[in-house]
């Protein structure tokens, strides 16, 4: 394949993704997740809690979450509705750069969504590194998001994959309240420092933490594209 047809199709492949990306129900998620997050700002407000970065983060979880839930969960289901199923795997290999370019843009634009709410919270509520407090939270949307691009793969349904997620991430939620300075916990809070912990020691909990979820991270992606292979499952 020659460099003009390779920068064709990949020029293609982005323009696809961005209409199922950006079309649809997506808008309405990222509305619903600012929503989240400016009645988050102001209970927080209203309460008089103390706010620092590490509310901030905590603030952003939610909405970083639910940016990434429609695009993924439902991508295979809008695909299939959209009999475009066939076209991807009528070409060999094709569906891994579909589906592989679509995350990537995903997450790409879910990261600078995150950095304009962080830059709201900053001069609404508090002075925070925008770009840094993103970067933190792109380990737990890689988790939780490659882990539903797998679950999609095996029920090729949105509504199941969205109930399975749901599920899973209350079941992460209650562990993790019990487990919250573990570097087991995905939703560890990185700039809420423990008191009785050495700054050293906390500093390798979140080294560890995020080794764990990037390498959960891959192993659910890869999961996810080795379910891809299986044509008469999709084609059925």
């Known amino acids: 394949m020659s460099k003009n047809n390779y920068s064709v ?8 993704n961005l ?40 603030l952003l979880m939610f909405p970083c979450l639910l940016l990434i839930f429609y695009p993924i969960v439902f991508g295979i289901q809008n695909d299939e509705d959209n009999r475009i ?10 569906r891994y ?19 304009l709410f962080a830059w709201v919270g900053k001069y609404l509520l508090y002075p925070v590194n925008s770009f840094e407090m993103a970067a933190q939270l792109l380990f737990p949307m890689f988790f939780m998001g490659n882990l539903a691009f797998m679950f999609s ?5 949105g509504n199941g994959t ?22 087991w916990n995905i939703f560890i809070n990185p700039f809420k420092i423990p008191s009785d912990v050495h700054p050293m020691i906390w500093a390798n909990t979140l080294l560890k933490s995020r080794i764990f979820l990037a390498i959960a991270a ?16 999709f084609m059925g």
């Open 9 to 16: 199709m990949i020029y293609r492949v982005i323009k696809y």
């Open 19 to 58: 209409k199922i990306i950006f079309a649809g129900k997506f808008f309405w998620f990222m509305l619903a997740s600012f929503s989240f997050f400016a009645f988050f700002m102001f209970q927080t407000a209203w309460n008089r809690e103390e706010i620092n970065e590490a509310t901030i983060y905590n």
């Open 85 to 94: 199923l066939e076209i991807i795997f009528g070409i060999p290999n094709y």
């Open 97 to 115: 750069k579909v589906w592989g370019v679509r995350m990537l843009m995903v997450y790409f634009a879910n990261y600078f969504i995150i950095v």
């Open 153 to 157: 793969t095996i029920t090729r349904s």
């Open 162 to 183: 969205a109930v399975i997620m749901i599920i899973i991430g209350l079941i992460f939620f209650i562990v993790g309240s019990s487990i919250s300075n573990s570097y």
């Open 218 to 233: 891959i192993v659910w992606l890869m999961a996810g594209f080795l379910n891809l292979q299986k044509r008469e499952k």
